[in-house]
């Protein structure tokens, strides 16, 4: 596997048409960005809750995009139209630990990616001197790396728990 499918994997590898993940991630976006929005003005700029601002905007981004159709039914005859869209025929969610190491991650992707919007913020408030950009960016890849890893130990379990016939 080269870098590049190792990218697509992590960053689109799951951005397939699934409206009760997409609802999960919407939720959780909405809590995050609760927490930025609820906190003390005075903490509201702090590394822990930009983080949570960043989150819930990469949570958002991902909820949307898993609840666009995809081309899953391009090519299909009628009969094949309905079989795939019979209730027996829908995705499940996720093993809960491959969900939550997923969140996990692109959680982390938020701030891990959107750190340099810092630099707008700092150009709009000349009174903010000193934005946390190495902080933010530093919780961001840590947590992105801990969903990442989660995901690899979830995946090597689950190949390791299937029997080969």
């Not at 976006?29 to 590394?47: E, M």
């Amino acid at each position: 596997m080269n870098l590049r499918e190792i990218f697509v994997e992590n960053f689109a590898g799951d951005l397939e048409y699934h409206p009760r993940r997409a609802v999960v991630y919407l939720i959780l976006a909405v809590a995050s960005f609760c927490f930025w929005v609820f906190s003390p003005s005075v903490v509201q700029f702090t590394t822990v809750p930009l983080v949570f601002a960043f989150g819930s905007l990469a949570l958002l981004i991902k909820g949307i995009f898993l609840m666009r159709k995809s081309s899953e039914g391009l090519g299909l005859s009628d009969q094949e139209l309905a079989r795939l869209s019979n209730r027996s025929n829908r995705k499940s969610l996720p093993s809960i630990v491959g969900q939550a190491s997923q969140v996990v991650q692109d959680f982390g992707t938020g701030s891990f990616l959107l750190w340099p919007l810092l630099n707008i913020g700092k150009d709009i408030d000349k009174s903010w001197s000193d934005p946390p950009l190495f902080r933010v960016f530093l919780t961001g890849a840590i947590l992105f790396l801990l969903g990442w890893a989660l995901r690899r130990v979830a995946s090597s379990n689950k190949k390791l728990s299937t029997p080969s016939g």
